[in-house]
């Protein structure tokens, strides 16, 4: 992780991480879920996932869980991807982020469009812009699927085109704060 050297950045352990209160961070503030590299990235807005822990011993890997529909254009690069990242914002930026969530990564390049400036690691993409990263080791992903749904109301409300999210779980392999 080059970047990682920058004074700009600063690695701090998960559980240290200033980020958790996951309502107002994720849901509130959104995110921006990235995949890819240098060679070729795309971003998306979310404001769907969970922060937590899960797997490994003791206390449990520190994961999250990010949900993408399957016409997403990132989901392509995600697919492919090993690491990914979840990148937070200062509240100046969710303009930004209302247009990366609304325009498609297919139809030309809306990170400029949208001012942003990419940051490539080894294996994934963040933003200069951004206040924190979480950047996430590819460990488990799956649909979500029909018959899963206790609650059958949720169905017609979130997906009357059958369209359900991939879930995707990652391990936070590292979380870089600015400082
Ligand atoms: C506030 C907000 C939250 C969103 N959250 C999600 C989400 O959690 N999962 C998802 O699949 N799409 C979500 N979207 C929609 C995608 O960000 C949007 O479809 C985007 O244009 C996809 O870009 P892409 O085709 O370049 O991947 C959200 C959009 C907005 C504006």
């Given at each position: 992780m080059e970047h990682n050297e920058q004074i700009r950045w600063r690695t701090v352990r998960p559980e240290e991480?200033?980020?958790?209160a996951p309502w107002r961070?994720?849901?509130?503030?959104w995110m921006l879920l990235t995949a890819g590299d240098g060679a070729g990235y795309n971003t998306m807005t979310a404001s769907w996932g969970h922060i937590g822990s899960l797997w490994?011993?003791?206390?449990g890997l520190p994961t999250a869980i990010a949900y993408v529909r399957p016409?997403?254009?990132?989901k392509e690069f995600l697919d492919r991807a090993g690491l990914y990242t979840l990148s937070f914002f200062p509240a100046e930026y969710k303009k930004a982020l209302g247009y990366l969530g609304s325009h498609s990564g297919r139809d030309g390049d809306k990170v400029a469009a949208a001012g942003l400036t990419p940051v490539f690691g080894e294996g994934c993409t963040w933003f200069e812009e951004a206040s924190l990263v979480l950047v996430c080791r590819k460990l488990y992903q799956a649909p979500l699927v029909e018959?899963?749904?206790?609650?059958?109301?949720i169905i017609e409300e979130c997906y009357p085109h059958r369209d359900y999210h991939q879930m995707y779980i990652g391990e936070v392999v590292q979380v870089l704060e600015k400082g």
């Open positions: 991480a200033q980020m958790l961070k994720i849901g509130g503030e490994g011993h003791g206390g016409q997403r254009y990132t018959e899963g749904f206790v609650d059958k109301s």
